[in-house]
């Protein structure tokens, strides 16, 4: 539980590195190779054992994809992690290309030789990216090679074992829905495709299918197992024996067989001999699969995953379990953002104290399995790097006169939270107040948003950003992502943001997290989960609109905030929504945090 303030991120093993696998590359006739950050089960984090970019390069954040040629080498990173890459990837080694800029595929049309073979790992490839590596290597004049064995695995000398962490069956009284249900629901998609078996790989899908859960990624409850589901029939489930005690054994093969991981490839050979069509997410399902199934003569049913959108949903269950959850973490939540402001008035505190202390609350609680992410917690100019990991290296202390921003989430049996927090320690400057006024004007902008039903996530983005593009500002990440059920902080289809497509509906749970970064500077950002609520009638209007109830219980602070920048009904909003943390949390404090919470939530109107 919690997370190393270790730094395994060390710049200069890159150069020595990248020499290693070139002369991997030479022997296995390929003049370059694609390092992805995801395993074969294509998830957003990945245990020790595949964290091969990380072992490469030095980077350790979550999203990002290097190309090696032999006389050059790239990483790509998102907006979020510009600043991590810079700071823990040799640039002599590995050009450093802004993704939003240049995508992997242009930058390999632009680079690789004509004549040249490009080697990828098919097991950590999706169909839709070897698309655009296929073309982006045509255009070359080159071509794109599957490689039997990954040339960084027979470099690296120390690979960590795979994990085989004890699986638990979720019970129904907090998932709303028996597995055998979501089986059947699962089956009809199947076959309603046109499909005979459908292939699963995104192990949040497995999770929530058979109502189990498991540790073998951190932070996220999830197991590493694939399972194939016929239209008609029981499904398997391939995964580590060594995971399954007698009970949890007992439990799975009621409603579906079991077997090893090693067998998958095989049976996928089977289905194809036998000429059936099977489902699979061009997006999810890692290309070597794809490939089993076609040499064998089967057909591929390209689809999206059903299962993404069935559990975004959430059963009531999961509805109240959030709650809950999130009530229990607002608890914890408060009593550190009190704890920050008494170690801020004793002259301030560390990052790695910060993030100590925010788990004690959090595990005082009795209920917390674990937290859902490495907490965020920048002082000062960390602030500024969307998503800074703090390590023994890199620690230091929030002084008078700087913002703190700390983003963290709790994994609870009955829900996942999710929050930020930016407080001031000491006086903060009127850049600062103004900056955070803004944010804070986006946020309550999309909190307070009316929305037709079919409305998506990419047509409402913009309500978060008005107020900072009417100052010329703006942030590079998305307003909102989706959040599971007691599994991934991270989950679609539903998001908010430019690429957020997929229609919000009611059950769904998605982050509202607007921020602005000056670079080297300070860092905001204010975030709450909001629950997506039933259509309702707005007076006068003609259409029922759905709209957003705020779960996330905690004060935003309103030292920060420059009250004649906000509108009337900006600040009957946060007053109603302090008043309704103050009244949900302050029975479950002792005295001094019931008054701190008190004052911290007084309404701006009085």
Known sequence: MFQSFEDGADPSVGPKRLALLRAALAEAGVGGFIVPRTDEYQGEYVPACAERLAWLTGFTGSAGIAVVLDGAAAIFVDGRYTTQARRQVDGRAFAHVAIAETRPSEWIEAHLPAGAKLGFDPKLHTRAEVRRFEKACAAAGATLVPLAENPIDTVWTDRPEPPVAPVELHPESLSGRGATDKIAALQGDIARAGADVGLLTATDSIAWLFNIRGNDIPHIPVVLSSALVPADGRPTLFVDPRKLSNAVRDGIEEIADVAQPGELAGRLAALGADGRAVLVDPELTPEAHLRAIEAAGGRLVEAQDPILAARAVKTSAEIAGSR???????????????????????????????????????????????????????????????????????????????????????????????????????????????????????????????????????????????????????????????????????????????????????????????????????????????????????????????????????????????????????????????????????????????????????????
């Open 324 to 606: 809950a959850a999130h009530h229990r973490d607002g608890v914890a939540l408060v009593r550190f953002l009190k704890w920050l402001d008494d170690r801020s008035a004793s002259g301030g505190f560390g990052e790695i104290e910060a993030v100590t202390a925010l788990g004690r609350f959090r595990a005082e609680t009795g209920l917390l399995r674990e937290i859902a992410f490495d907490t965020i917690s920048g002082a000062g100019e960390h602030g500024a790097i969307v998503h800074y990991r703090v390590t023994n290296r890199t620690d230091r202390r929030a002084e008078p006169g700087e913002l703190f921003l700390i983003d963290s989430g709790g994994q609870y049996s009955d829900g996942t939270t999710d929050v930020t927090r930016t407080v001031p320690v000491g006086t903060p400057t009127d850049e600062m107040k103004v900056r955070f006024t803004q944010v804070l004007k986006g946020h309550i902008a999309i909190a307070t948003a009316r929305f037709p039903v079919g409305t998506s996530g990419a047509q409402i983005d913009a309500l978060a950003r008005i107020s900072l593009w009417k100052a010329g500002c703006d942030f590079d990440h998305g307003t909102g992502h989706g959040v599971g059920a007691y599994l991934s902080v991270h989950e679609g289809p539903q998001r908010i943001s430019k690429l957020g497509h997929a229609a919000l509906e009611p059950g769904m749970i998605v982050s509202n997290e607007p921020g602005y970064y000056k670079p080297d500077h300070f860092g905001i950002r204010i975030e709450n989960l909001v629950l997506v609520t039933t259509p309702a009638p707005i007076p006068g209007g003609e259409r029922d609109m759905l709209a957003f109830e705020t779960i996330t219980l905690a004060p935003i602070d309103r030292r920060l905030i420059v009250p004649s920048l906000l509108g009337a009904d900006e600040i009957a909003w946060l007053d109603s929504y302090h008043q309704r943390v103050q009244g949900a949390l302050v029975g479950d404090l002792d005295a001094t945090e019931r008054a701190w919470l008190i004052e911290a939530t007084r309404p701006i109107s009085g």
